[in-house]
């Protein structure tokens, strides 16, 4: 699945057919528009989808594997080269946006080795700064430290719901990104390097973010859900769905709850990754031999709940009864009774405690080592619910790939009658979803990431015919992603306009809006022209 990004001739390449009338309306507008506003044509057209996430939720920064989908909104971003630098050694970003009320026109004059990013600001155009960033520290990387970049006029158009729940600013950074490179002379830009980049890069906008987005960004295939894993290395293969009659679908919600990271990191998002690698030195200490360092590796702060079980285990002679030899099914079973057993106290964990179990003289070590980056709001951490939720959420992960293996590995090796392949795939199906309702149960109940509305949200689904029902994405808000047999999907559409959308005052486009099925769609490409 690595390679470089596609280079599409049309958009069909891009878009399922029945996306192909809106989309090819959008892009002549986007097209046109850049004409009018810099008076030429751009040259060429860098695109990176939105995605929603199947299960797998709130582990990716935790290093653990998981299974989102590209869908079909997305940003498109045209780009010309036309324009002179403003004077030597820097070189100048004029931006637009085609929702041009809402988001202002902006130009930048950059010095060639320093993209400053205020990101105690909410400025638009601070995400296509954080992909210029990391484009050009990968340029000068290859080109060596002199490399001059070359300026650019910008027509941006997104699709995806800003604050929803599914991505908008992965799409934006890794458009970004691969606009930039493109730019400036590499039209053959590597997947894996443009993901980790976008990665890396997009915790510069106040975000201590995992990679699961940017990966279902860049590099999903049309069809196909995507199964990310981010260790030893960044991996991404494209997994199926069994073709069932009724075909199964995924409807996705919103609550119209808009959720912020930006404004509520510090008591919801960034105070979970704070706890979950609290959780992770904690467990180390407690259950480690004396003195063990967990590896350094590519999570937000450097150390993870995934680091913490692989060291485990790989020291299982001296952790007596844990046996490196265990599926890693079974290794993720007894890190659930460990962290039960180990992280007793449910009302939490205050910065004092940890700081003694970590052998840190005081709590502002604890402070300069976990929090500082990003800052959170908390008295206490709650280390215990957190990693249950982790491990168990590695865990459903696995099960459901398992669930997708073996029924793709039966169907073809059966011929069995018709009525029994249905009662299978109802019972596939089913368990499927029975693996996404228990998400929702722990991101409600032990991870505390729901909120009411899609509390609600699922559990009208679920009524009107969903097998499994469950928020998408961060959470607190945003959408909701629900695993639907065809036959069912009006219903569960209706039930959702009667009892939750017809509440709330919403606007026409806004409606419409609210309730998408969606094929998973292709992953980031860029688009010369011709
Ligand atoms: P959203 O809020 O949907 O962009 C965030 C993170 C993901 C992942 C999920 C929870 C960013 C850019 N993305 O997704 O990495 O941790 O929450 O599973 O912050
Ligand atoms: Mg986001």
């Not at 100048?92 to 202002?104: H, L, P, Y």
């Amino acid at each position: 699945m690595s390679g470089p990004v596609p280079i599409a001739n049309s958009l069909e390449d891009i878009y399922t057919r029945d996306a192909l009338d809106t989309q090819t309306k959008r892009w002549n507008n986007l097209l046109s528009k850049f004409e009018s506003t810099y008076g030429h044509q751009p040259e060429f057209v860098s695109r990176s989808p939105g995605r929603v996430n199947i299960i797998g939720e709130h582990i990716d920064y935790s290093l653990y594997s998981v299974l989102p989908m590209a869908i079909t909104a997305d940003t498109i971003i045209a780009v010309s080269t036309h324009l002179p630098a403003p004077k030597e050694g820097t070189f100048r970003i004029q931006i637009a946006n085609v929702q041009d009320s809402k988001f202002k026109s902006r130009e930048f004059d950059i010095l060639y080795d320093s993209v400053d990013i205020d990101a105690t600001v909410h400025e638009w155009t601070n995400y296509f700064k954080s992909g210029l960033r990391g484009a050009l520290e990968l340029l000068r990387k290859k080109h060596g430290a002199d490399f001059k970049p070359k300026s650019m006029q910008i027509l941006m158009d997104g699709t995806v719901p800003a604050g929803g729940g599914l991505s908008s600013s992965a799409a934006f950074v890794t458009a970004s990104a691969l606009a930039v490179m493109a730019a400036n002379g590499e039209q053959t830009v590597d997947k894996k390097e443009l993901t980790e980049l976008a990665i890396v890069s997009e915790r510069a906008v106040g975000v201590n973010s995992g990679g699961m987005d940017q990966s279902a960004s860049v590099f999903s295939e049309r069809g196909s859900a995507l199964f990310v894993s981010f260790t030893p290395t960044l991996l991404a293969r494209p997994v199926s769905f069994p073709p069932t009659t009724p075909e199964l679908t995924f409807l996705i919600a919103q609550s119209f709850v808009t959720a912020d990271k930006f404004v509520t990191g510090p008591i919801h998002y960034n105070l979970r990754v704070v706890e979950c690698t609290l959780a992770a030195a904690y467990l180390n200490a407690v259950l480690n031999p004396p003195g063990t360092l967990l590896p350094g590796d590519a999570s937000p702060l450097g150390i993870s709940l995934h680091g913490f079980h692989e060291t485990y285990f790989a020291l299982s002679e001296h952790n007596s009864g844990a046996t490196s030899s265990k599926s890693i099914t079974e290794q993720l079973e007894h890190l659930l009774e460990l962290t039960k057993q180990t992280l007793t106290k449910e009302e939490g964990y205050t910065r004092s405690e940890i700081a003694a179990v970590l052998g840190l003289p005081s709590t502002s070590e604890l402070d300069q080592k976990f929090t500082s980056r990003f800052p959170v709001r908390a008295e206490r951490f709650k280390l215990r619910q957190r990693a249950i939720h982790v491990f168990s959420e590695a865990l459903r992960v696995l099960k459901l790939m398992d669930l997708l293996e073996t029924s793709s590995s039966s169907s073809s090796s059966s011929s069995s009658s018709s009525s029994s392949t249905t009662s299978t795939a109802e019972d596939l199906n089913s368990r499927l979803g029975a693996l996404l309702n228990e998400t929702q149960d722990s991101c409600r109940e032990v991870y505390e990431c729901s909120c009411e509305e899609i509390d609600r949200i699922c559990a009208i689904a679920r009524q009107a015919g969903s097998y499994g029902s469950r928020l998408t994405g961060a959470g607190w808000g945003g959408c909701s992603v629900h695993l639907v047999p065809a036959d069912k999907v009006n219903n569960v559409k209706e039930a959702l306009e009667r009892e939750y959308y017809s509440k709330l005052e919403l606007t026409e486009e806004q409606r419409e809006g609210a309730v998408v099925v969606s094929k998973p769609g292709s992953g980031s490409a860029l688009y010369l022209g011709g």
